[in-house]
């Protein structure tokens, strides 16, 4: 296995430095600086996957990010296997270990490669074809065997154990690609003093400096002067340099989502190193240089192991010295191919011909081709080549037909022209258009504050492409703000220039023949599929596109959507600007989900909120659920209690001693001013002028339309201070209507909102003896009946701490709820614990909390409730100011719906059997042997085992209800019908003694 | 942590009987450039008020309120913050009570006690401002956001306030059910600060 | 992620600060408790929906609170201008035919 294809004195990595790897269990060795297709090549492999459809040997296409073929999977340890990385962007580390994909039981046997035999039936639109009959077979045969054949590669099944950091960044200008423009630009803007980002998606700075061996700029060799003006660039204040850094996004307003691979190439990352950073940078101007990407030749079995493109074969040679074969073909429609066949030759490999589509292709480079005396045969094609797993000939015809002759080769280099990469210009709304001269589409017109340089421009040659750059440097650092700088514009002394080429077939895969010419590789998309989808009536490219599935993979076409487009529009007869281009989108290349979601994973996937007691419930075993992003205590069981015991337990406790509860989470809003009174008028139904100081009241919130919105206890301070409380999941939506209608209708008014919410830390404390357990504990404030009856507000302190204290209760019992400043919560929780327990208190959580309230029949906005109930629905009719002459929803609730007959009203409902507790959601009929479907009544809104009363209790909302209390109703459940009778909405102390028990 | 040298809050009554147990206290965490720690209780007040009320508050106050947005001004230990056309927030770690002074200004406003509403991080070394670049999307270069600036946003997916009491340092405060998410979230950012 | 002008911050803030609010221009009626029906129709349910420029309301949520009045193109989601609550229409939008 020693065969190597390295070429002493070529390429610019350190010989001595090697990298050992692993392919498919085979060890190999590279050398720092290789790429996996780098180190693969130099160890002769070209072999490395099977395709995704006809699982056909493929190679290494590419030696950059568009590589559609070298998928593998690199696995580092059983949690981190990553699937499809493209080998030619995968930078080798000592100990790395790729697998090859799509292939069983081993590469080069492949039981999966009989599709390629049976492809007559696996052409374009198979899939929507094949598997329309019989109908059910889709979910339950097709779809899981078609799920389990497709794919390319595996995923991991353990959790991923990298972190991925986020960082929002600003700058005046940003420029997209690190090749010669786009470092011109950088250059250009850096010197201004504005702030600049420079993102390369490659290891190194440098574009196609990498493999272009005849420019000279600034008297430095290219890649020499890209290394020097990089550094330059990095060492000053005002430049980020992110290499190995992809834009794959390019938003509204200059928005550009950047992934930096941070850690991907290193053998063993620092833990602290996050795997990957994504960058959303805002830009004041964006300079695109995104270059251009080579096109191949579409033939019969182009995709053979060991045909790639001319510029691979150069950038393999000239960065990491690496030659792609000992006999190599070319085949080629422009002027770049050459130079790769002559470095090659110069390196000592063999060229066995050029194979040139144009009939007398001329030019000081193919006189130099011919002069060093490499064969070119002009006006020929090449039709087809030999070689299954690598390709081992290549076969020549006159282009339109004639005598074929057969040349061995090891390696086939293809170039059928440059596509400018107009990916992100695309993304950023901007239209292009065809350039019919040069067959190309370019950037045409600008939706946001950005410019194209260079080759994706369509700028030809490296001193074209710098004066552009650099003019487009200038130019947006003085637009973002940048001050005028002395010009030291780069001077290009030597440099390559080439354009055109063509599009489409080439001759011998063209209209009529049904040989396998690629055009998109890893869909395994040929001419003749796009043929055939024009032929089957497709007419939109968008619909050849998805029928053909023709660029639509993860390299998202970015070699082959130009032929596909050509191919469409010769099989249509239009023009290819008729046909139109399809819309790139975001990502330009794949993007892992580590790197979207960043650091909001684990703690940090959503804040999860704690009161002040959480400590406490948790030290006194509490089981917790989620509110929202809160955590409550549920119910708080002894030893070997379930809920129902637990819950039983503490609503028994609470009616017959005392319970204390924690309420922080409600809402709670400060309205302050000499107009609060005013503004509450106009928020709540009810009138709020005449309310005392000191004093409570119960407020019922609406929305315009009439319909209930929020509830909650308000408490008046003083004249000018209202303490509001909202619903838990209301607070933040309440604030929010409240400031709508205060700044908007209302601006008027003298009165400020503050969320007070997190201030307090609020203890319920219910029961008959919560008063004996409060106040010895309490300063200044006489809690009789006399002195504070019930719905009234205190403050003073307790434990020595200030407090609102408020004579409220949410369980029917005598109660409190003592609101204290946060930090002091958890402490004054355990000083009334501790005289609650001299009493027998309990500690009860939310679950309680619900049942004693709908012993009660006092409704749960949101749960009794859901955006349709008027107050007169949930019996709060009481509530409404029946004088007054303003609040928000006194409208709403006048419309002809809202008081019509029969609508749907809150009511109690009781089981016939006492011990059959209802389904919250559960429809209620009139007649259960009317016939399906039936005509349903209303639902169970909130239904529990209730032990004070010693039987269930439900709420519902009925249609009619309360005209139809005594009557039986039915609740149809799968297997039974539950027989109901419709009473009122308290069941235990109707008449409400408890509230000064 | 310089526990000694902190003065109790006012809303420490001397009177308490309890202990208090602020929210995190004493927790700190560091990348290699940056040092995010959580700041002792402080007495804050929300204040809202019209224009013509201004000059009495600062008078009150012994601050002049800002009336530029994202500024702030700051005098013998007390901050006060722009956060809206008629809103200020008012932080004192001097022992003083802003609440009380308040309530001596005859001039029309609206003052809500929220000391214990928020928790306070101070975020500093070199590379604060990119441990909180991580999670709030504002442009926090010095000439963006420059020494005194101040503002309510978000970090990830919390609202915070920030003030950047020094070039290199922030302070970050978030409401208190949500300051285990955002040291959290901090701290998790001050390892990548280096970048 | 958009860029947003909040008039009253008087600078451009990222969108994730703000939240849309609605159409805007459509003030309350004073005597609403004694509009007609076909009124409070209009006024509560009926929205124009407009495909280009449309008048919104926003709130700077996440900043300093404020509600406010955007123009906005409906099209291509760009702001044309932002105003305070509160102020009219505005006659002549920036961009617009001298």
Redesign the interface.
């Known amino acids: 296995m020693s065969v190597s294809y390295r070429v002493p004195g070529k390429g610019r990595l350190t010989q001595a430095k090697t990298a050992r790897f692993t392919f498919d269990d085979q060890s190999y060795s590279g050398v720092a600086g290789d790429t996996l297709a780098s180190a693969l090549l130099a160890n002769g492999v070209h072999l490395v996957g099977r395709s995704f459809k006809y699982h056909r040997p493929r190679g290494i296409l590419s030696a950059g990010a568009e590589e559609p073929n070298a998928l593998v999977g690199i696995h580092r340890d059983a949690a981190r296997k990553t699937p499809n990385v493209r080998a030619t962007v995968q930078e080798l580390y000592d100990g790395l270990a790729a697998v090859s994909q799509n292939r069983w039981p081993s590469l080069s046997f492949d039981v999966g490669a009989v599709n390629d035999l049976a492809s007559p039936f696996f052409s374009a639109g198979f899939y929507y074809k094949t598997f329309m009959w019989p109908k059910a077979a889709w979910k339950s045969l097709y779809e899981p065997k078609i799920r389990e054949a497709a794919g390319l590669g595996v995923s991991p099944e353990l959790p991923d154990p990298d972190h991925y950091a986020a960082r929002f960044a600003h700058c005046e200008v940003l420029v997209l690609g690190g090749g010669a423009a786009g470092i011109a630009a950088a250059l250009a803007a850096a010197e201004t003093g504005v702030r600049v980002i420079l993102a390369d998606e490659q290891a190194d700075f440098g574009g196609a400096l990498r493999f272009e061996s005849g420019s000279v700029i600034d008297g430095q060799n290219g890649w020499d002067w890209a290394q020097a003006s990089v550094a330059k660039l990095a060492a000053m204040e005002n430049v980020r340099v992110l290499s190995r850094t992809t834009a794959f996004g390019y938003y509204a307003q200059n928005f550009v989502g950047l992934v930096e691979r941070v850690s991907d190439h290193m053998q063993a990352p620092h833990p602290d190193l996050p795997r990957e950073r994504l960058w959303q940078v805002r830009a004041k101007r964006v300079v695109i240089a995104t270059g251009a990407i080579e096109r191949h030749m579409v033939f019969a079995d182009n995709d053979r192991p060991g045909v790639m493109l001319a510029s691979a074969a150069r950038a393999y040679l000239n960065h990491y010295g690496v030659a792609v074969g000992r006999n190599v073909g070319v085949y080629t429609a422009n002027d770049s191919a050459y130079a790769a066949a002559i470095d090659l030759k110069k390196a000592g490999v063999n060229i066995a011909a050029i194979v040139d589509l144009r009939d007398n292709p001329a030019g000081s480079i193919i006189d130099e081709a011919r002069a060093m005396g490499i064969e070119i045969h002009g006006g020929r094609a090449v039709v087809r080549v030999g070689g299954k797993l690598r390709v081992t000939s290549m076969t020549v015809q006159p282009k339109n037909g004639g005598g074929e002759r057969t040349i061995p080769v090891d390696a086939v280099l293809m170039s059928a022209g440059w596509t400018p990469s107009v990916h992100l210009f695309s993304q950023s709304r901007g239209k292009v258009a065809f350039n019919d001269e040069v067959k190309r589409f370019l950037p045409g017109t600008y939706a946001q504050d950005c410019v194209s340089a260079g080759a994706c421009n369509g700028t030809d040659g490296l001193s074209a492409c710098l004066d552009e750059a650099y003019a487009a440097g200038v130019k947006a650092a003085k637009d973002a703000g940048g001050k005028a700088a002395k010009s030291t514009k780069p001077k290009v002394e030597a440099s390559e220039s080439w354009s055109r080429g063509m599009l489409g077939a080439a001759p011998g895969a063209g209209p009529g023949t049904t040989v396998k010419a690629f055009v998109d590789f890893q869909n395994d998309v040929t001419a003749k599929d796009i043929r055939q989808a024009v032929h089957e009536g497709m007419r939109s490219i968008e619909h050849v596109k998805r029928f053909t599935t023709n660029g639509m993979a993860t390299d998202q076409g970015k070699t082959s959507n130009m032929h596909g487009l050509a191919i469409a529009a010769d099989e249509l007869g239009k023009q290819i600007p008729e046909v139109g281009l399809t819309t790139f989108r975001a990502p330009y290349t794949p993007v892992t989900f580590g790197s979207i979601v960043g650091h909001a994973r684990g703690k940090l996937f959503d804040p999860t909120r704690r009161t002040a007691t959480h400590g406490w419930a948790e030290r006194n075993g509490a089981v917790f659920e989620d509110v929202g992003q809160w955590k409550r205590a549920w119910y708080f069981p002894k030893s070997g209690e379930d809920i129902h015991a637990s819950v039983n337990r503490e609503c028994v406790t609470v009616r017959k001693t005392a319970g204390l509860f924690d309420a922080s989470t409600l809402g709670k809003i400060e309205v302050v001013g000499p107009d609060a009174a005013k503004f509450m008028e106009l928020l709540y139904t009810n009138p709020w002028e005449k309310l005392e100081v000191g004093r409570c009241r119960y407020g019922v919130m609406l929305r315009e339309d009439g319909f209930i919105y929020d509830d909650g206890v308000v408490g008046r301070l003083a004249a000018d201070r209202f303490h509001v409380t909202t619903t838990t999941g209301g607070a933040a939506r309440v604030m929010n209507h409240m400031e709508d209608y205060l700044q908007t209708e209302f601006p008027h008014l003298n009165v400020w909102l503050t969320s007070i919410s997190e201030q307090w830390a609020v203890i319920a404390v219910q029961g008959p003896k919560s008063r004996d357990i409060i106040a010895p504990l309490l300063e200044g404030i006489d809690i009789s009946d006399a002195a504070m009856p019930h719905m009234s507000v205190r403050e003073g302190k307790i434990c020595g701490v200030p407090t609102r204290l408020f004579r409220m209760s949410f369980s029917g019992e005598r109660g409190f709820e003592v609101n204290v400043p946060a930090d002091y919560g958890e402490a004054v929780w355990e000083a009334l614990w501790a005289e609650g327990q001299k009493h027998g208190a309990c500690a009860y959580g939310t679950e309680t909390m619900h049942v004693l309230r709908a012993e009660k029949g006092y409704i749960i906005v949101g749960q009794d409730t859901d955006g349709t109930v008027t107050p007169d629905d949930a019996a709060l009719g009481w509530a409404v100011g029946k004088k007054k002459t303003d609040f928000v929803g006194i409208r709403g609730l006048k419309r002809p719906d809202l008081v019509a007959k029969g609508r749907k009203q809150l009511v109690g409902l009781k089981t016939k059997d006492p011990n059959v507790v209802l389904e919250e959601g559960a429809q209620i009929v009139a007649d259960p042997k009317q016939p399906i479907p039936m005509k349903m009544l209303g639902h169970v809104t909130s239904s529990y085992w209730s032990e004070n009363c010693g039987r269930s209790i439900a709420l519902a909302l009925v249609a009619g209800g309360q005209d139809r209390m005594g009557e039986t109703l039915y609740v149809p459940m799968p297997d039974s019908t539950i027989e109901v009778e419709v009473t009122g909405l308290v069941f235990f102390d109707e008449k409400g003694e408890h509230l000064n028990g | 942590m310089a526990k000694a040298a902190v003065k109790k809050p006012a809303?420490a009554?001397a009177?308490?009987?309890?202990?208090?147990?602020?929210?995190l206290a004493g927790r700190e965490a560091s990348?290699?450039n940056v040092k995010v720690s959580v700041l002792p209780?402080a007495e804050r007040i929300?204040l809202?008020a019209?224009e013509a009320s201004v000059a009495a508050l600062s008078r009150a106050l012994g601050v002049t309120l800002p009336q530029k947005?994202?500024t702030s001004a700051s005098k013998n230990g007390r901050t006060v913050l722009w956060?809206?056309?008629?809103?200020w927030f008012v932080i004192d770690e001097a022992g003083g009570n802003p609440l009380d002074d308040c309530t001596n200004a005859k001039a029309?406003h609206?003052?809500?006690?929220?000391?214990?509403?928020?928790v306070a991080f101070a975020v500093s070394g070199a590379g604060a401002q990119?441990t909180v670049?991580?999670?709030?999307?504002?442009?926090l270069?010095l000439d963006?956001f420059p020494v005194g600036a101040c503002?309510?946003?978000?970090l990830?997916?919390?609202?915070i306030l920030l003030y950047r009491p020094a070039a290199d340092a922030f302070r970050v405060e978030c409401?208190?059910?949500?300051s285990?998410?955002v040291f959290?979230?901090l701290t998790?950012?001050a390892?990548?600060a280096a970048? | 992620m958009l860029l947003i002008h909040c008039p009253y911050c008087e600078e451009e803030r990222p969108e994730i600060e703000f939240r849309n609010a609605g159409e805007a221009h459509i003030a309350r009626p004073s005597d609403i408790a004694s509009i007609s029906d076909a009124d409070f129709e209009k006024f509560f349910f009926i929205r124009d929906n407009t495909k280009g420029l449309v008048y919104e309301r926003w709130r700077h949520v996440h900043g300093c609170a404020r509600f406010f009045n955007a123009v906005r193109d409906s099209v291509s989601d760009k702001f044309v201008m932002t105003y305070k609550a509160g102020e009219p229409k505005p006659k002549k939008l920036p961009g617009a035919g001298k």
Do not use: I, M
Request: charged share 25%; hydrophobic share 30%; aromatic share 6%.
């Open positions: 809303s009554p009177t308490a009987l309890v202990e208090c147990r602020p929210a990348g290699s209780p929300s809202r019209p947005p994202k956060l809206g056309p008629d809103e029309l609206s003052a809500v006690g929220v000391s214990h509403r928020n990119a670049s991580a999670g709030c999307p504002q442009d270069s963006a503002s309510r946003t978000v990830g997916k919390s609202e409401w208190r059910s949500f285990d998410y959290t979230f998790e950012a390892r990548d970048a």
